[in-house]
T-cell receptor, first 112, second 114 residues
């Protein structure tokens, strides 16, 4: 059974904190993605990575950075959390041609 | 700009009834279209994937149709169950080589009442 695992289901952080969201996949996929999901806006792409140490900005990268040191792990970093980054964060992975995207269970982040 | 529009935004039906969700897209060129089910507080799970040449695909009580000429897809749910209550998301994959080629709809929130 394929698996994409996000490190936390729920997180509460204070404004200004540095926040790390971790994602691990066990399918040897080349592509990994970070999305945020907000009511009425659907899923919006923050960053994606197509190989180890390779990354590209998505549609809303401001305030975020990513790290992919190993193929199976893709981290999303909020350098200085702000209240407008309160959201559901979803990690996904896919093979080189994105035959299908597999999602993690999501991390509900609240910044207070 | 590539877009995926879903309708209705929300739908309430009684258990045992059928329903149909719609998805219109402008993504071109087109590779495939996927329907995902997302339970509250969970990540999306794939229901079906349809390529350009496929018109209909079933997965249990879920049947997806695709008309690539009119760029429309529908997801039909037969004999609904309480567990069908979820958000249903239509995702279209373009043919470009970029990994950002997935375009997501905003979803239809389905509520099944007893």
């Amino acid at each position: 059974d394929v698996k994409v695992t996000q490190s936390s289901r729920y997180l509460v952080k204070r404004t200004g904190e540095k926040v790390f969201l971790e994602c691990v996949q066990d399918m040897d996929h080349e592509n990994m993605f970070w999305y945020r999901q907000d009511p009425g806006l659907g899923l919006r792409l923050i960053y994606f990575s197509y190989d180890v140490k390779m990354k590209e900005k998505g549609d809303i990268p401001e305030g975020y950075s990513v790290s992919r040191e190993k193929k199976e792990r893709f981290s999303l970093i909020l350098e200085s959390a702000s209240t407008n980054q309160t959201s559901m964060y979803l990690c996904a992975s896919g093979d080189r041609i994105n035959t299908e995207a597999f999602f993690g269970q999501g991390t509900r982040l609240t910044v207070v | 700009k590539n877009q995926v529009e879903q309708s209705p935004q929300s739908l309430i039906i009684l258990e045992g009834k059928n329903c149909t969700l719609q998805c219109n897209y402008t993504v071109s060129p087109f590779s495939n279209l996927r329907w995902y089910k997302q339970d509250t507080g969970r990540g999306p799970v794939s229901l079906t994937i349809m390529t350009f040449s496929e018109n209909t695909k079933s997965n249990g009580r879920y049947t997806a149709t695709l008309d690539a000429d009119t760029k429309q897809s529908s997801l039909h749910i037969t004999a609904s169950q309480l567990s069908d209550s979820a958000s249903y998301i239509c995702v279209v994959k373009g043919l470009s080589g970029s990994a950002r080629q997935l375009t997501f709809g905003s979803g239809t929130q389905l509520t099944v009442l007893p």
